[in-house]
Structures are given as structure tokens and as C-alpha cells.
């Protein structure tokens, strides 16, 4: 077993001297060994030398490369696609909020008139820039409203949105276009998506109380429980508050 020994400590006897002899071998061995390491990169490094400048400058000139389409092509696409969408926004709106005739406005807000873009025209032109993909939003939702649901479904889960409200009405949609389908399992994945993906006091109880509800229509009532649970727990000022406390003792009931 080792000793501890004060610095300039001289070993005494033979033992001593031996252990002394043996401490700094090994530790010559080991310089030795980072010396023979750090030699071998070096000679790696100098032998590679011009393939290791050729990986940074490829890499360099991508970065750069990546900066000027964002700059001096996407930014300039994504303000070219914002403003041809202005015309099928506005349908969109009117539609919504029209007694008759929506689905003549959501079919101009898909296809446009007197020359201009409709959503479906802005995915295709525009599609890899935000405005473009703000439009698979609206032509999902438009398909959505005028009962077409398989293009909903397809619109909407081509959508991508990190905001907190979009991206769980996106997922919401595709639920409901599901349960329109008869396809209660996919519409409740969607829906259990819709209010995971982001909390807020809004989407969030509004897509729980639809899971709830799917969920007990396929005799998942453990699951539906939580669902209602949560509701009650941490949406008390929710619109979905009360209908939530009944449908929970529907679910306790069940289990």
C-alpha cells in the first residue's frame, strides 16, 4: 500500500529506493505514451492536411451558402407569397363567418379568381416558404368546413407550426375530420396530440374533453378519466369545466 511522502522526501531504504525507481519509470512510461500519441496526430494531421482544409471549406462555403438563399431568396419568396395570399385570406374570413353561400367563398379562398393565387396555388408555388405553409393551414381548414375531409386531413397534417395555437387546431382538425370518417382510434391519437402538443387555457381543455369523449365511445374509460380529471383539476375557468365534471362521473361509473 502507498505512502504519502513530503516533496524532497529521500527514500531511506532499499525498498524505498526500488519503489522510488519503479514510481518513475511508470510515470516516464506515461509521458512517453502522450508524447508517442500526440506525435502520431500530428503526423495524421500534416499527412491529411489538405483533405481536412477541403472538409472545412465545404463546410464553410455550405454556411454561407445557406445564409444567402435564406437572405437574398426565401425572405424575398415568403413576402412575394404573404401578399398573394391577402385576397384568399379575406375569403377565408368571410366565409367563417357567413350564413350562406360558405362554400363558394372557401372555394375562391382555395382557388382564387381574376387571376389570383388561392392557398392551393401559394402551397404549390410557395410552399417551402412560412406564408406557404400558412396556406396548407387555411386550405386544410377550408376543406374541413366544406366536409371534404380526406384533403383536410391532408393539408392540415402537412402543416407544421411551433405557435401555441395553430399547430393544436391543426392537430384538433384532423380529429374531427376522422370522427367525421368513422375512424375513432385516429381521431383520438389527434386529439390526445391537440391538447399535448402546447398548454394553453384555450386548445388545451377544448381537445382533452374531445379525447375524453372518444375515448369513452371506445370503452377506454380508465383513459377518458384522466382526460376529464385534468379538466377539472387545472381548467376550472374553462368553458369545457362543467361538462367535464359530468362525463367524468360517466367514466368513474364505467370503471
Known amino acids: 500500500m502507498a505512502t504519502y511522502k513530503k516533496r524532497g522526501y529521500k527514500p531511506k531504504t532499499k525498498a524505498e529506493k526500488q519503489e522510488a525507481i519503479e514510481e518513475g519509470s511508470a510515470t516516464a512510461e506515461v509521458f512517453n505514451t502522450l508524447d508517442e500519441g500526440a506525435s502520431k496526430t500530428e503526423a495524421w ?15 464553410a462555403v455550405v454556411i454561407v451558402g ?6 437574398f431568396w426565401m425572405e424575398p419568396k415568403n413576402t412575394e407569397a404573404a401578399n398573394e395570399m391577402y385576397l384568399s385570406q379575406s375569403f377565408y374570413e368571410q366565409a ?8 363558394s367563398l372557401f372555394n375562391l379562398a382555395l382557388n382564387g379568381t381574376a387571376g389570383k393565387y388561392g392557398f392551393l396555388d401559394i402551397v404549390e408555388n410557395y410552399g417551402s416558404t412560412a406564408a ?36 393544436p387546431l391543426a392537430k384538433g382538425a384532423i380529429g374531427d375530420a376522422f ?62 369545466f362543467a361538462r367535464a365534471e359530468v362525463y367524468k362521473g360517466q367514466a368513474e361509473a364505467m370503471n
Open 96 to 103: 367563417v363567418n357567413a350564413t350562406t353561400a360558405q362554400d
Open 45 to 59: 494531421a500534416e499527412k491529411n492536411q489538405k483533405a481536412i482544409l477541403t472538409v472545412v471549406g465545404v463546410v
Open 132 to 167: 406557404g405553409n400558412q396556406a396548407r393551414f387555411y386550405a386544410g381548414m377550408s376543406y374541413l368546413n366544406m366536409k371534404n375531409y380526406q384533403e383536410a386531413i391532408n393539408y392540415l397534417d402537412a402543416y407544421s407550426a411551433d405557435d401555441e395555437m395553430t399547430g
Open 179 to 240: 370522427v367525421q370518417l368513422n375512424q375513432q382510434e385516429e381521431a383520438l391519437k389527434y386529439y390526445v396530440q391537440a391538447a399535448t402538443i402546447k398548454n394553453n387555457e384555450i386548445t388545451t381543455p377544448r381537445f382533452l374533453l374531445k379525447a375524453g369523449v372518444i375515448a369513452m365511445n371506445l370503452n377506454k374509460s380508465a383513459e377518458a378519466l384522466g382526460y376529464f380529471t385534468r379538466i377539472t383539476e387545472e381548467f376550472k375557468d374553462s368553458g369545457e
Open 66 to 71: 445557406i445564409i444567402l438563399v435564406q437572405k
